[in-house]
């Protein structure tokens, strides 16, 4: 049990929050958790979770699924027609890291806007809805992944919202790490779900389930996605046994995230002060903290395997970024050792 507490021994892993392990409340409500068969008369479990997630960002229904892949996916199946445009921003995770559910299963045409920490342009935008045929989908994302964890303000949330109800367009968010904004923002949930038709939201990053998320929206579109869930093979019969740990990841690991913007913060203000370069801890709002290894001389991957060999794992990003992701294992002893590990490849 120790082990699963502190996730891998020896080891300091920052590649991302998906390496939490579950809590040991959470392996004690999977053990006794009420099942049922979640492709017929339906679990339990899995429809409290349901009710649950769906409580928390304002909608009317939720439907679990295996990844948040998948739930985005599922998002644009039951929104968007074949050959209808998907507006996003950029650096969006959806049209760099899942492009193929975006051009492959759900048919729909990427539509890069320019943006600045994840927020897209607005006037952009609009002109990209102007001078569209086939619009389909607006698409946001927050905390944004790719833009270091930053957190899209909900004035400008609003306004991409109103702008696709002038023009016919549903609106869906990206809220993998939704609670990381919320907790950002000292908010809850569902007062930045509500600048969106439909959310999806991981419960295996930050909030330390083992598998799992959920899809929220309108009663009638969680109904089709439903059924667009069995399309894609995400049916999972007696589901309860890990919809069981997303109940209490919902329940007891929300607030303690606040925990891991601090360690990001803590991590950026050391690395700023061994070289200003490295990173700008003014730009760390949640868990996630891109280092800029640039000006070195080395590239990010010299430098991901020179940590590596003092037992610390991030990320390398391209030929000049690192990503650091911080979660419930990375306490202060992790950090210091982080920071160490880091001001002797530096020297």
Do not use: Y
């Given at each position: 049990?120790?082990a699963?507490?502190?996730?891998?021994?020896?080891?300091?892993?920052?590649?991302?929050?998906?390496?939490?392990?579950?809590?040991?409340?959470?392996?004690?409500?999977?053990?006794?958790?009420?099942?049922?068969?979640?492709?017929?008369?339906?679990?339990?479990?899995?429809?409290?979770?349901?009710?649950?997630?769906?409580a928390?960002?304002?909608?009317?229904?939720?439907?679990?699924?295996?990844s948040?892949?998948?739930?985005?996916?599922?998002?644009?199946?039951?929104?968007?027609?074949?050959?209808?445009?998907?507006?996003?921003?950029?650096?969006?995770?959806?049209?760099?890291?899942?492009?193929?559910?975006?051009?492959?299963?759900?048919?729909?045409?990427?539509?890069?806007?320019?943006?600045?920490?994840?927020?897209?342009?607005?006037a952009?935008?609009?002109?990209?809805?102007?001078?569209?045929?086939?619009?389909?989908?607006?698409?946001?994302?927050?905390?944004?992944?790719g833009?270091?964890?930053?957190?899209?303000?909900?004035?400008?949330?609003?306004?991409?919202h109103?702008l696709?109800?002038?023009?016919?367009?549903?609106?869906h968010?990206?809220g993998?790490?939704?609670?990381?904004a919320?907790?950002?923002?000292g908010?809850p949930?569902?007062?930045?779900?509500?600048h969106?038709d439909?959310?999806?939201?991981?419960?295996?990053k930050g909030?330390?389930?083992?598998?799992?998320?959920?899809?929220?929206g309108?009663?009638?579109?969680?109904?089709?996605?439903?059924?667009?869930?069995k399309?894609?093979?995400?049916?999972?019969?007696?589901s309860?046994?890990v919809?069981?740990?997303?109940?209490?990841?919902?329940?007891?690991m929300?607030?303690?995230?606040?925990?891991?913007?601090?360690?990001?913060?803590?991590?950026?203000?050391?690395?700023?002060?061994?070289?200003p370069?490295?990173?700008?801890?003014?730009?760390?709002?949640?868990?996630?903290?891109?280092?800029?290894?640039?000006?070195?001389?080395?590239?990010?991957?010299?430098?991901?395997?020179?940590?590596?060999?003092?037992?610390?794992?991030?990320q390398?990003?391209?030929?000049?970024?690192?990503r650091?992701?911080?979660?419930?294992?990375?306490?202060?002893?992790?950090?210091?050792?982080?920071?160490?590990?880091?001001?002797?490849?530096?020297?």
């Amino acid at each position: 049990m120790v082990a699963q507490e502190r996730g891998r021994d020896g080891v300091v892993d920052l590649r991302s929050d998906t390496v939490t392990l579950p809590t040991a409340a959470m392996l004690e409500r999977m053990q006794r958790a009420p099942l049922g068969d979640d492709g017929r008369e339906g679990d339990p479990t899995v429809r409290a979770l349901e009710a649950r997630g769906a409580a928390l960002t304002g909608k009317e229904a939720a439907l679990f699924v295996p990844s948040g892949t998948m739930g985005n996916l599922l998002a644009m199946l039951a929104h968007a027609e074949r050959g209808g445009e998907v507006f996003a921003d950029a650096g969006a995770h959806l049209l760099n890291s899942e492009l193929g559910s975006v051009v492959t299963i759900a048919g729909l045409v990427p539509k890069p806007m320019p943006s600045r920490r994840g927020a897209m342009d607005e006037a952009a935008l609009a002109d990209a809805i102007r001078g569209s045929e086939r619009p389909g989908l607006i698409a946001m994302e927050t905390a944004h992944n790719g833009a270091g964890g930053a957190v899209l303000p909900p004035p400008h949330m609003m306004r991409i919202h109103a702008l696709g109800q002038s023009n016919g367009i549903p609106v869906h968010l990206d809220g993998a790490r939704l609670f990381n904004a919320s907790v950002a923002l000292g908010v809850p949930a569902a007062r930045i779900a509500e600048h969106a038709d439909s959310v999806m939201v991981c419960l295996s990053k930050g909030l330390s389930a083992p598998v799992g998320s959920l899809l929220c929206g309108g009663a009638a579109f969680v109904a089709r996605a439903r059924t667009l869930r069995k399309l894609v093979g995400g049916t999972m019969r007696q589901s309860g046994v890990v919809a069981a740990a997303g109940l209490v990841a919902l329940e007891t690991m929300i607030e303690r995230l606040s925990k891991d913007h601090a360690a990001a913060r803590r991590l950026a203000a050391a690395l700023s002060w061994l070289d200003p370069a490295l990173a700008d801890p003014d730009q760390v709002q949640t868990n996630i903290l891109r280092v800029d290894v640039s000006a070195s001389g080395r590239e990010a991957a010299a430098w991901a395997e020179g940590v590596k060999q003092r037992g610390i794992l991030v990320q390398a990003s391209g030929p000049s970024q690192l990503r650091l992701v911080t979660h419930r294992h990375i306490d202060g002893a992790a950090v210091d050792r982080t920071i160490a590990a880091f001001a002797a490849l530096g020297r």
